[in-house]
């Protein structure tokens, strides 16, 4: 496969959406994307020499946050995966540095070895992809991780507010995005300890319906 070149994947990808993505994600997170990503990037309390995964990278915001916090001539990378090569093509020419890497990679067939990485991190991916994709990309995340390896994952998860209920239900129908509704059911927690992972803990609640989960490989 061209390094260039979609991968295949029963996920919903956003080659459609890659040109406009950064301008929309902003509105989505009510002006809060900054300070979510802040905390994400504080959970992972990061070394300099971390290699770092992040799962359905998108355009490569959180990525780059995560890099600004590596050196890359002790070994820190922090590297971003998708499988949409147009959002891999935008994070690329937007948000290189030379602690970062991208690649057109789907997230439930990672082509990394074993215990490579020191962190895994998603945000926003798992609710694109099915149950049993879910389940796939959490047993290689638990695969490429270091024993010790933290895991934190922000996505869609039972909604505590009125609000958060409205907006899930709403996604769920409008988009017609029946794995919104495994998220919203709450199964993520139960998939990281099926594929390995010690017990989740939910660490911050966004707008009500997005939960930062961190746990960790045995
Ligand atoms: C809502 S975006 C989140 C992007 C970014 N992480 C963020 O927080 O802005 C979800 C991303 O998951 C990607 N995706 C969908 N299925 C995938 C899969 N199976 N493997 C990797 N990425 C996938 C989509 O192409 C999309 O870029």
Redesign the pocket.
């Known amino acids: 496969m061209p390094d260039s070149s979609s991968?295949p994947?029963r996920?919903?990808?956003?080659?459609h959406a890659a040109a406009v993505y950064d301008f929309v994600?902003p509105l989505i997170m009510l002006g809060k994307q900054a300070e979510y990503e802040r905390d994400i990037v504080n959970l992972l309390a990061l070394r300099p020499s971390d290699r770092v995964l992040?799962?359905?990278?998108?355009?490569g915001?959180?990525t780059l946050s995560i890099a600004e916090r590596l050196d890359p001539s002790g070994g820190g990378q922090a590297v971003g995966?998708?499988?949409?090569a147009k959002?891999i093509r935008v994070a690329r020419e937007k948000r290189s540095t030379p602690a970062t890497w991208y690649t057109p990679?789907?997230?439930?067939s990672l082509d990394f070895e074993d215990g490579s990485f020191d962190a895994v991190v998603?945000?926003?991916?798992f609710h694109?992809?099915d149950a049993d994709?879910k389940l796939r990309a959490f047993q290689e995340a638990f695969r490429v991780l270091k024993p010790g390896g933290k895991l934190i994952v922000a996505d869609m998860h039972v909604p505590t507010t009125l609000l958060g209920a409205l907006i899930s239900h709403v996604s769920r129908w409008v988009l017609m995005q029946p794995e919104i509704g495994e998220n919203t059911r709450g199964i993520l927690p139960e998939l990281m300890l099926r594929a390995g992972f010690a017990q989740p803990r939910i660490e911050a609640c966004y707008f009500g319906y997005i939960a930062v989960f961190s746990t960790t490989r045995p």
């Open positions: 991968v994947t996920g919903r990808t956003l080659d994600e992040d799962l359905g990278c998108g355009t915001t959180l995966i998708d499988a949409a959002m990679m789907a997230a439930e998603s945000s926003l991916f694109h992809v994709l």
